[in-house]
Nanobody, 116 residues
């Protein structure tokens, strides 16, 4: 599976961005997909994820009600709509795909910078 993120950039606090993650390859084997982020000097953390078979997405407490994860299965694209962005949301955002059988894949990351 190959994952390519896009949509990062610079935005002022209170603004919005939408990230995209295009998946290719063995996409039918994807069990779950999610977004993670890593700020300078910090560990990579889960932002949101969702199971391919359905059910409610899972969000980090810090982004609940502000960010929305979604997937367009017809296009094999996952999105992260980020609203009311804060400077503490500044990080490199990574797309992740977990396959049936346990393998996991990461995208190259996309930088999101929120200025105050």
């Amino acid at each position: 599976v190959q994952l390519v993120e896009s949509g990062g950039g610079w935005v002022q606090a209170g603004g919005s961005l939408r990230l995209s993650c295009a998946a290719s390859g063995s996409t039918l084997s994807i069990r779950a997909m999610g977004w993670y982020r890593q700020a300078p000097g910090k560990q990579r953390e889960l932002v949101a994820d969702m199971i391919s078979s359905g059910g409610s997405p899972n969000y980090a407490d810090s982004v609940k009600g502000l960010f929305t994860i979604s997937r367009d299965n017809s296009k094999n694209v996952m999105y992260l709509q980020m609203n009311s962005l804060k400077p503490e949301d500044t990080a490199v955002y990574y797309c992740n795909a977990d396959l049936v059988g346990g393998l996991g894949y990461w995208g190259q990351g996309t930088q999101v910078t929120v200025s105050s």
